[in-house]
């Protein structure tokens, strides 16, 4: 299975982009998907996490302005981003965790640019 993100690009600030997230196999559900972000020279960090069960969580950092959603059938998640920062600047990668196979699954990752 292959996650596979689109929607990234550049964007001046105060912007917005809408991320989606897509398996190219939809054969199991995961236990979670989530929204994860690397800048340059910084660690990989959680930004929005959503469960089976409904739950929806965003980091502190982005709260107010993004939001995360998924469609449970069919295993495909979105990140909506506003009011976006050049602090936002980062590679994007889908994260998804399959409890039946223990495995994690990564996306290859979207660049999401904030710059005037």
């Known amino acids: 299975v292959q996650l596979v993100e689109s929607g990234g690009g550049l964007v001046q600030p105060g912007g917005s982009l809408k991320l989606s997230c897509t398996p190219s196999?939809?054969?199991?559900?995961?236990?979670?998907m989530a929204w994860y972000r690397q800048a340059p020279g910084k660690q990989r960090e959680l930004v929005a996490e959503?469960?089976?069960?409904?739950?929806?969580w965003v980091a502190d950092s982005v709260k107010g302005r993004f939001s995360v959603s998924r469609d449970r059938a069919k295993n495909t998640m979105d990140l909506r981003m506003s009011a976006l920062v050049p602090e936002d600047t980062a590679v994007y990668y889908c994260?998804?965790?399959?409890?039946?196979?223990?495995?994690?699954?990564w996306g290859q990752g979207t660049q999401v640019t904030v710059s005037s």
């Open positions: 994260n998804a965790y399959s409890g039946d196979l223990n495995i994690h699954y």
């Open positions: 196999e939809n054969i199991f559900s995961f236990v979670t």
């Open positions: 959503t469960t089976d069960s409904g739950s929806l």
